[in-house]
């Protein structure tokens, strides 16, 4: 039996944050504005398995008001995440994120990005998609005024 779920998200980019996508900190001036580290792909991955499950949002589970998340690394939110839904039964099939920036270039961190995924959720990383676009710098991503991401991912039941 399979499920599938997809997630979105967006966060605001500012200066004096560090810049997190996919579990890795990027080299760049801005940063991503958050109660958590604010890792926007994470988040919408995190969306898309609750969604496969139909168990709510993020923010059900882990809500911004909460002290416990404030500056969390996302990827203890995406082990927690995958505990439910190993709890529930299911595996990770596979996933695809794909993150909407207009800088900086992501190609060179996205094998460390499906590395960092995959240990995070105990799969083989040729189970896990990070792509990356730009909106030819037209909207908020276009702007860098935020960053997007979303997600899809596949379970199967154990
Ligand atoms: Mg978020």
């Not at 927690?80 to 900086?104: F, H, S, W």
């Amino acid at each position: 039996m399979y499920r599938i779920g997809q997630g979105y998200d967006v966060h605001r980019l500012v200066e004096g944050r560090e810049l997190w996508l996919c579990g890795i900190r990027l080299d760049f001036e801005l940063g991503l504005l958050g109660h958590s580290d604010a890792d926007v792909a994470i988040h919408a991955l995190c969306d898309a398995i609750l969604g496969a499950l139909a168990l709510g949002d993020i923010g059900t589970h882990f809500p911004d008001t909460d002290p416990r998340y404030k500056g969390i690394d996302s990827k203890k939110l995406l082990a927690n995440v995958c505990q439910l839904m190993r709890d529930k039964g299911y595996e990770l099939g596979n996933c695809d994120i794909t993150i909407c920036a207009e800088r900086p270039k992501m190609k060179p961190y996205i094998p460390s990005m499906r590395q960092t995924l995959a240990e995070v959720i105990n799969t083989p990383v040729d189970n896990i998609s990070v792509k990356a676009t730009t909106t030819e710098r037209l909207g908020f991503t276009g702007r860098m005024e935020g960053i997007s991401a979303s997600a899809v991912a596949l379970l199967h039941k154990i």
